[in-house]
C-alpha cells in the first residue's frame, strides 16, 4: 500500500490467539492484547466483595507500545514497524477485570479511579512483554505479570504472586510472535481469575 503525501495508513490488526498468521509488512501495524477465552465458566455464587483493578504504571521495556522481541539471553529489542495499541499494563489489567466480571467472581468488579469504591483492590504491573526467539525457529510469546490483592480497609497485603506465561510462535515474525503472546495472555488470565478468587477466599498468611 502507498503511502500519501499528507498522510500514512495505519492498520489495524487485533490478533486472537486462534487468529491467523500474517507477514511482516513494510507499513506501520498496530496489534491488540485480547482475551482468547473470554466467557468462562461462572462461579455458582459471588464473593461478596467490591474489587477495584488498578494497573500500577511501570517504566519496564516490556510496558511500552513497541513490541519488543529477544535473540540472545537478555537482550531485547523493538520491532520497527510493529507496535501495540495499548500500553501492556493498562490493556492486561483491563481483560482481567473484564475476566472477573465474566466468571461473576465478585459482587463489583471496577477499576480504580472510576468512582466505585472497593473493600479489595487487585494492583496489576505488567514486567516484560517479548517475543522470545533466543532457542531458534518461530521462537515463543512470553510475557510475565505482577498481581498483588489488597485488603483496603484494613491496609493489608492478602498476597502477591509473579505469573510467566509462554506459548509457541508459528512464525519468526511480529504477527507471530503478537499471536503467541495473546496466547500466554489467555493463560494467565485463566490462571490469575481463579488465584485472586481463592487469595480472597483464603488470605495469603
Request: charged letters at 20%; glycine letters at 8%; hydrophobic letters at 45%.
Amino acid at each position: 500500500m502507498r503511502r500519501p503525501a499528507v498522510a500514512v495508513a495505519l492498520t489495524l490488526l487485533v490478533v486472537a490467539g486462534c487468529g491467523s498468521i500474517l507477514p511482516e509488512r513494510s507499513a506501520q501495524t498496530y496489534y491488540r492484547f485480547d482475551d482468547g477465552a473470554p466467557s468462562p465458566a461462572p462461579r455458582a455464587e459471588p464473593l461478596q466483595h467490591a474489587v477495584v483493578v488498578a494497573p500500577i504504571s511501570s517504566n519496564a521495556v516490556g510496558n511500552a507500545y513497541g513490541m519488543v522481541y529477544s535473540r540472545s539471553v537478555g537482550e531485547r529489542a523493538y520491532y520497527q514497524y510493529s507496535e501495540w495499541t495499548d500500553r501492556p499494563t493498562l490493556r492486561v489489567a483491563q481483560l482481567l477485570l473484564e475476566r472477573l466480571e465474566a466468571r461473576h467472581s465478585f459482587a463489583s468488579v471496577a477499576r480504580l479511579g472510576s468512582g466505585v469504591s472497593g473493600d479489595v483492590a487487585v494492583n496489576v504491573v505488567v514486567d516484560d512483554v517479548v517475543h522470545d526467539l533466543s532457542g531458534g525457529g518461530a521462537g515463543v510469546g512470553r510475557m510475565s505479570v505482577r498481581i498483588e490483592v489488597v485488603d483496603r480497609r484494613q491496609r493489608r497485603l492478602l498476597g502477591r504472586h509473579i505469573f510467566v506465561e509462554t506459548a509457541p510462535a508459528q512464525t519468526a515474525t511480529a504477527a507471530g510472535g503478537a499471536a503467541a503472546i495473546n496466547r500466554a495472555v489467555t493463560t494467565f488470565l485463566d490462571k490469575a481469575s481463579l488465584w485472586i478468587e481463592s487469595v480472597v477466599e483464603s488470605p495469603e498468611t
